[in-house]
């Protein structure tokens, strides 16, 4: 068993993004460049290995909403060149050690609780802020800090593997590109999925959507209700109600508003799954809630707003394929409602593990560290995607008798057990005994 660049090698390059490792000689291909794309290439780097991106968008656009980063990523952030990352993130997120979270009942209005924000370390932060400004730094730091070839336009039309390499076949000049493994984080729908399960399964509706929409605060300061909001800096506040939730922050100082509605939808899902949403609509479902939450959505664009679908999969029996060279990452292996806040860092948690058991098996024994990867990753995926589900319904189906008795039990749940996650120290930790379990079977 061979385990190249042992843990005792583990703080050289910890905490610096660009040197630290001596190069491994594996050659990975990373495909698609959303956070969790980015962060696996990155941790790629860090480790020693060669890597570059592949990407089918054409080019990069801030686009999206409001994206959550738990410490559990803050951790991994602040690792790339000694907290580098970090601080280009902080001035986009928002900061809420003074206002806390205020949960409001749906109809009266009323807060029932202000949840405080934890003070985090330094180096394991928190990050609330605008996915596609932050999708930015992290885009760049990878890009123009570590060099890392970022391939854009570049479709995908399939996968391919043997016992030796594994690949891609892009769809213009059908050229065809080999590396000792590809990381495929192309999203729910990634033509790898085919190639890893053995048969094409398709998307299903969760029975939920979210409306969605990011905008500056011009018509919010117009208006003396909402005005406040935008006046106190960086806010967040929650209605809860039968069946759905309505979330609100003003971000950047209260310059730039956000909210997200999610309720019930049972729309089948079928190519597209985001569309225009309508204005109309939102004030319907909400006409019998807190007259405030109106007032707010009122003051959005319509442009600007976006129906989402929640697509749901069932879990898959194994992200990794037959020959062990091709592995799914993120939301390809394991999509994640919104209210477990989790999806984004678990991708990233993801490209940790993959790079670290890369590096431990060494390019001799790629297959069995990208089998380790997913027998060090699975059971915690599962068990963090279940808690996007438990937030939903303990919102959707508050008991408000029990909450007047106690108020803390429709707080956000904050675990240790994901926040105070080291994925890197984990991986170094589990490799070898996980590797003899998988040489045993």
Known sequence: MATNGQANGQANGQANGIAGRPKTGVKVIVVGAGFGGLGAAIECHRQGHSVEIYESFPELKTLGDIISFGPNAGRIFHRWSDGEVT???????????????????????????????PEYTMDAPNFNGHRGELHEVVFNYAKDDLAIPIHLGNK????????????????SGKKKIAADVVIASDGVRSKARKIVLGYEDKPKSSGYAVWRAWFPNKDMLADPETAQFCNNGDTFNGWIGPDMHFLFSTI?????????????????IDESWSFPGKLSEVKEAIKDWDPLCTRIVSKTPEEMLVDWKLVYRDPLPTWVSSSGRIVLLGDSAHPFLPTSAQGATQALEDGVVIAVCLRRGGKENVPISVRAHEKIRYDRVCKTQKTGESTRDMWHKTNWEKVKKNPEIIQFP???????FDAEKNAEESYDDVVRE????
């Open 438 to 441: 998988l040489l045993k079977q």
């Open 156 to 171: 995908i039309e399939k996968y391919f593997e043997d016992d030796q390499e594994a690949g891609i076949v892009l769809e």
């Open 252 to 268: 950047k100082n209260g310059s730039d508003c956000c909210w997200v509605l999610t309720h019930p939808d049972e729309h089948d």
């Open 414 to 420: 904050r675990q240790d057990w994901i926040f105070q």
């Open 87 to 117: 601080r280009r993130m902080r001035p986009l997120s928002i900061d809420l050690r003074k206002y806390g979270f205020n949960i409001h009942k749906y109809d009266t209005g009323e807060v029932i609780i202000n949840q405080k924000t």
